[in-house]
């Protein structure tokens, strides 16, 4: 199994290619990479994130504070 991150701007639009820059053995670790990057991830314009296992959307979570 491989657990990735895609990255989604305000709008909705798939940041990047689509395809996922890191890939995470388990979804504990794809969490703690995303609770350690998420301050970097929003400098370069990322609104919310997908979780995905195996291209299988999992759960989407914003990254903005409040």
């Known amino acids: 199994m491989a657990w990735?991150?895609?990255y989604l701007?305000?709008?909705s639009?798939?940041?990047g290619d689509?395809?996922?820059?890191?890939e995470?053995?388990?979804q504990g670790d794809a969490e703690s990479w995303?609770?350690?990057?998420?301050k970097t991830l929003t400098a370069d314009g990322v609104d919310r994130v997908?979780?995905?296992?195996?291209?299988r959307e999992i759960y989407s979570m914003s990254l903005q504070e409040g």
Not at 50 to 55: I, Q, T
């Open 50 to 55: 997908l979780l995905l296992e195996d291209g």
């Open 18 to 22: 689509g395809a996922a820059a890191e």
């Open 24 to 26: 995470f053995g388990s």
């Open 9 to 11: 701007a305000a709008d």
């Open 34 to 38: 995303i609770g350690e990057e998420w």
């Open 13 to 15: 639009a798939v940041l």
């Open 4 to 6: 990735t991150w895609q």
